[in-house]
């Protein structure tokens, strides 16, 4: 028989005849490795789809224009193609762009956004829209303005522009300009007439009360909670035909998946010849980075504690199987045993149980992590197989290095003292 064979042999017949003791060791490994991969996947995972829901909650930069007082021009087609690119450069985005623009309804100030319908509801997934999004000839109008003007779906408003109602205003009239807002929503009136006697507003008293200007119905109302919902929204073709003319949008919203926002807004702000500027919209960023840190440190202080159990369990054991060997290993070194080969042997066995352990407890915590997933955050989760094989190798180190102290001990048995006790 070979030096191999008979290795095999021994190790099998000291499996087998201790199987209680083998059980033990192998369900501490069992329970430290599914423990482990079920808070590893769950916190790999998780934090990812939260990221990418998280940015379905409004946009996390905002980019205006710096104007340079020749008027009101906005920001660019090529400009919003040229900052998206950059954007896109760092990470996948959606955008939406907005025209804002000062109006009246019954001779009441209100801000007409004029946005892309498409672009809008990508972005703002969030947003509680009552009937529909904005189409041609219809308008969505924001909670507060429904509200003020008793406003239901279905109702006509007529929204009159005049053009000396925008001149100086601000390029960002209805974006929050701290960064905070969450985008607008998606609009379309097709406007059926004209601007609404544009020429008539020189500033005096009498154009005060001039109601004219172009019917629009309303399609739906959106509810956010935000400053959102003291807007009415339309198609920018609308707004368009409204103001009487085209120009530049007055604000672009992305939500990016760069892992580094403040990183993007460096590198459009450091471009002062494109004449814009981008801030971060640290309400949703925050609350996403406090979020995933929180769940990422949960992980490591459990796994901590999680390893710190699995070594104490695995050693308990291995000494327990040396304390039960001990005449045994005292007897084998008599006959010209050393202790290296001794050790060999225990830890070859303390690998077994790991191994063993870290496969049955890898797909334990696989399906934990399914179940925690589906019922605690609503989501999704497949097989990551990388760290399905990081598990079991971890499972098969931490219980070899379990058996270092016992196996230390049993390589100091003296076979002389052993013997004498027989």
Known sequence: ???????????????????????????????????LFCLAATCIAVPQQMNEEMRSYGA??????????????????AMVKHTTDMVRAKGEATYAT??????????????LAGVHTAQVRA?????????AWPSAGNVMVGRDVADAMGLTVGSRITIGYRASDNAGADSAAGADSTGETDSDSASGAD?????????????????????????????????????EDEIIYALASDVDKLAGGTRGVDVIEYSSGAADVSQVVQSINDMTSMHVQAQQVTKITSSDTRIITMLRTLFWMVSVVVLALTL???????????????????????LGASSGSIGVEFYVESGLYGLVGGVLGTAVGYLLARLLTSTVFGRTLGFDGPLAVGSVLLSVIVAVLASVPPVRRASRIDPAVVLREE
Not at 98 to 111: G, I, S, T, W
Not at 312 to 334: D, H, M, P, Y
């Open 1 to 35: 028989m070979t030096n191999t064979k008979m290795f095999l042999v021994m190790l099998w017949g000291a499996i087998f005849r201790r199987r209680g003791r083998a059980v033990m060791a192998v369900v501490a490994s069992l329970v430290g490795a599914a423990t």
């Open 60 to 77: 996390n930069l905002i980019v205006t224009p710096i104007e340079n007082g020749d008027g009101k021009t906005g920001i660019s087609t």
């Open 98 to 111: 907005y025209r804002y623009e000062n109006v009246r309804v019954n001779a009441a100030p209100y801000v």
């Open 123 to 131: 972005l703002n997934h969030h947003w509680n829209v009552d009937g």
């Open 191 to 227: 406007s059926t007439g004209g601007s609404g006697d544009p020429g008539a507003s020189a500033g005096g008293s009498g154009d005060i009360l001039d109601t004219s200007g172009t019917e629009f119905r309303v399609c739906g109302i959106v509810d956010t909670g935000g400053s």
């Open 312 to 334: 104490v369990g695995v050693s308990t054991t291995i000494s327990s199987i040396v304390a039960q060997r001990r005449n045994e290993i005292g007897l084998r070194k008599a």
